[in-house]
């Protein structure tokens, strides 16, 4: 798992806390943690990967986002599962978004107080899609990606 790999555009590296990091891109403004999945199910074709997004102009705090390691199909849903709860995104063919700003509150929660996370979904193949995080370190790269944008307008 390299998280440093992930944000190649990133500016500035707030620190990599375990397997999550935390970046901050002045020029845009925007922050984020971030982490690659530490398992997927089936071949991969892309780097799948979990953000929690600041973005000061756009008054955008703690975005739940992620990125999956395979096109997904149309009529099939998106889900996160943290710690016996489950959450069903917003997504397109790759990637998934909370609902809104409630569910994004709810599942960083859930992200603090778990040690793993899946994203789940069904392949256009037909396949399941499953990539798996580990969430330790996660509290830390939020707290950090949000502090880093504390000050950025």
Not at 23 to 36: G, H, L, Q, V
């Amino acid at each position: 798992m390299s998280v440093i790999s992930v944000p190649v555009i990133a500016k500035d590296s707030l620190g990599i806390f375990n397997s999550w990091g935390a970046f901050r891109d002045s020029e845009i403004p925007r922050c984020y943690a971030i982490a690659e999945s530490e398992e997927i199910t089936g071949k991969a074709q892309r780097k799948s990967f979990a953000t929690i997004g600041f973005w000061p102009r756009r008054k955008i705090r703690r975005q739940f986002h992620v990125r999956l390691s395979r096109d997904r199909s149309t009529n099939s849903r998106l889900i996160v599962s943290i710690a016996g709860r489950r959450f069903q995104l917003t997504a397109s063919r790759f990637d998934g978004w909370s609902q809104d700003k409630r569910m994004d509150a709810s599942i960083i929660s859930a992200i603090r107080s778990a040690t793993s996370m899946t994203v789940e979904s069904v392949g256009r193949n037909g396949k399941p899609i499953v990539d798996a995080y580990r969430l330790r370190g996660a509290a830390t790269a939020i707290d950090a990606a949000s502090l880093g944008c504390s000050r950025l307008r």
